[in-house]
């Protein structure tokens, strides 16, 4: 792993892409990483497109702008391949992550031909498995942990234990299908 | 021991404020600072503060409440942003001129139009000849640093002046960053107890606040005003030394990054700050000798001090993140530049406004700003006063 990495969420509005990378962050953090965990803020809708950021590093983080040029980039929606440039500036030595249902020969003439490693979730098959309700982000964010590498997967998933459990400490119920999503979106990247 | 986490710079206000634990904090949500007070009522709710919050009608109302809490002896906080602050605008000058030292919490957006909700300074800057103190943070840290400095500036007996705490809208309000925290004992003990001297509860010294004054004093008034500013600036530095003491962080009027044998300079206020100090390393290492100040302070301004850090340069940026329709630049362009002129600093100068509205800046358009100043003194380029950082043409 480089000693920093650069990640770009694309979501839409509700779909919990901010919180992603604010995981994200949290996760890299709580292993001693430098972090940043950002959204793009615009007019806030539902369903708006929006994008969020995530700067990991090794050394102390100063730069306060957005990421031009990504190491990794994560789609929640697929249908934001039509209308937003999802590979724009996207590092070839790098990689897509794309929540769909398409085959990935339905999906490669919607990149603008990148040349990097293009790698596919079905979000909404993982989901209904574990959780039996569509949040695409806590499968996505075990995928981008094990694309990318910034964190190791069994560290992720103690750390993410921990961290979920603080977050739904007022519905403990739902812990246990979110860490289910998340080991079962670490097998199905492909 | 210091606390090892990471929180957004709304997060990291919230928490000095719980440890701080003001008596009365009345408020109005406006976009970005509304976590603040959303985060100090669940401190409330919780039981973790025992501070009264007024959940209030309006801006005008949550600054008005300030100053009546403030004046009835109760150390005050509020928060806002943008055209929060625009709304409170008439009773921010009564604020100052009662001598009440609120603190205030502002998360820096620009004001309509057109419509935004992103990092701007045109809020605070249009409040700054209310008689605020103003102290501006690069990141989360400061933003927390600065929180936990404001009310040992503010009450001192030298000063009595209400302080403004700002931090850029966004770009550190919402971004999840490490931070180093300090426990609540040495903070309560550094930001200590408020025992006013002089206020409405107290029934043995019947006295008005903010009553009519005629031509005869109101002048009189207003010279003790400045010169309350002016002694602030002392005490700034004090609580700063003594802050560095606790928590091993060193603040002043300013901080000089990389200044000691800089020909090119830019100076800035915010979050930019961070983005052009990896610009100057970039150009370090390819042998410019590129330099930036980062002004902490704007309220007092540190003009002479600010203008001796400069007198070795040939050329410096001016960057103001607020436009000021004057056909001059920004505030912090005209300010410094009238501060080298009297200290007979001549460098060649250029005030240039960016990131209005949250328009994002780069390192690389940091690094255009120093090309900049290159051309300036190396070719005599003269640049058309006062330029747009990276506006689409």
Known sequence: MEALTEIRWHGRGGQGAKTAALLLAEAAFNIGKHVQGFPEYGPERMGAPITAYDRISDDEIRVHSNIYEPDYVAVVDDTLLHTVDVTKGLKESGGILINTRMERKEILPLLNGYRGKIYLLNAYHVCMETMGKYFPNTPMLAAMVKISGVIGADVFLGEMEKSLAHKFAKKPEVLAGNMAALKLALTEVQ | MAIRTSMSGNEA?????????????????????????????????????????????????????????????????????????????????????????????????????????????????????????????????????????????????????????????????????????????????????????????????????????????CMEAKKAQAEAMIRSKKVILEVAEEFAAMSGRSYGFFEAYRMEDAEYAAVAIGSVSGTAKDAVDRLREKGVKAGFLKVRVFRPFPGEELAKELRGCKAVAIMDRCESYSGQGGPLGAELTAAMYRAKVTAETVNIVYGLSGRDVRVEDMEKVYGDLREMAEEGKTFKQYPYLGLRE
């Not at chain 2, 309006?58 to 009546?68: K, L, Q, R, T, V």
């Not at chain 2, 008439?90 to 001129?97: G, I, K, N």
């Not at chain 2, 001598?99 to 249009?126: K, Q, Y």
């Open chain 2, 13 to 217: 206000t919230a928490y000095a404020v719980r440890q701080i634990n003001p008596d009365v904090m009345p408020a109005f949500p406006i976009t970005p600072s509304t976590e603040i007070p959303q985060f100090v009522s669940n401190m409330i709710a919780n039981g973790e503060i025992d501070t009264e919050f007024i959940p209030v009608e309006s801006e005008h109302s949550s600054m008005s409440a300030a100053i009546g809490a403030s004046a009835a002896g109760a150390r005050t906080l509020t928060a806002t942003s943008s055209a929060g602050l625009a709304l409170m605008w008439e009773v921010v000058y009564v604020a100052a001129s009662s001598r009440l030292p609120i603190v205030m919490a502002v998360v820096n957006r620009g004001l309509t139009g057109p419509l935004n909700i992103n990092a701007e300074h045109s809020d605070s800057m249009g409040a700054r000849d209310s008689g605020w103190i103003q102290i501006y943070a690069e990141n989360n840290q400061e933003a927390y640093d600065n929180m936990l400095q404001a009310y040992r500036i503010a009450e001192h007996k030298d000063v009595h002046l209400p302080v403004m705490i700002c931090q850029d809208g966004f770009i550190t309000s919402h971004a999840v960053e490490n931070i180093s925290l300090l426990e609540d004992e040495p903070v309560k003990k550094f930001v200590g107890e408020y025992c006013p001297e002089h206020y409405l509860l107290n029934e043995k010294e019947v006295m008005a606040v903010g009553p009519y004054a005629v031509s005869n004093y």
